[in-house]
């Protein structure tokens, strides 16, 4: 069970600020089950107080795998938190940098648990259409057959960058625009008079998590 203060959860989460208020049951009752992993929701309530996913109240000494920031970017999707999107996005951006393919088993996973034009699905694209086109021939039918579609296209619109220059796959990779790839925020005005992202403050873990 995690105990989180309700006014934080409604800042900046869509969902749970529709959930908590009103006259629905979980509103009165200020309690909410979830169907996701108690790994992705620890996470979650992580990032909710310090705005880090590997901040000192993680316990782990190991950085989130490829797959948890894909399953936190879905729970962020489903639940409203756009700002959580943005951050799983740009660490996935960043893991990314170094590897040179990526499980065939995330790819099914994002597939699975996206719309078309998710943002994560066009980050997993550009990954193969920039850096390691060649792997996906190399075993092509170990893709899901809409992602190597998506990735031809992407392919086709910079066919010329690839065949006139010369460069290296890491480089094009650092230069993706990973703002692309970001979720569009609608700051109102009560948000922007209530903590923004970058004030996420140690103290508030320190203080009553009870909604």
Known sequence: MFHVH?????????????????????????????????????????????????????ER???????ELCELWVFADKRGVPLLQNAAINALHEQMYNLLELEKADIAFVYDNTSERSKLRLLFVEFYATKELRNVFISENDFPKTFLFDVLRRVGSYMKMITKTRVDPKQRWDSVNIGLYHER????????????????????????RKL
Request: glycine fraction near 4%; proline fraction near 1%.
């Open 6 to 58: 309700r006014e934080r959860l409604c800042h900046y989460s869509t969902y749970f600020a529709g959930a908590l208020s009103g006259e629905w049951k979980e509103a009165k009752e200020r309690t909410i089950e979830m169907e996701e992993s108690v790994d992705t929701f620890r996470y979650f309530v992580d990032w909710l107080y310090s705005g880090e996913f590997d901040s000192q109240f993680d």
């Open 61 to 67: 000494d190991d950085p989130m795998s490829c797959r």
């Open 185 to 208: 925020l609608i700051v109102t005005g009560e948000a922007q008079s209530n903590n923004t992202t970058s004030q996420h403050t140690l103290a508030a873990l320190q203080a009553s």
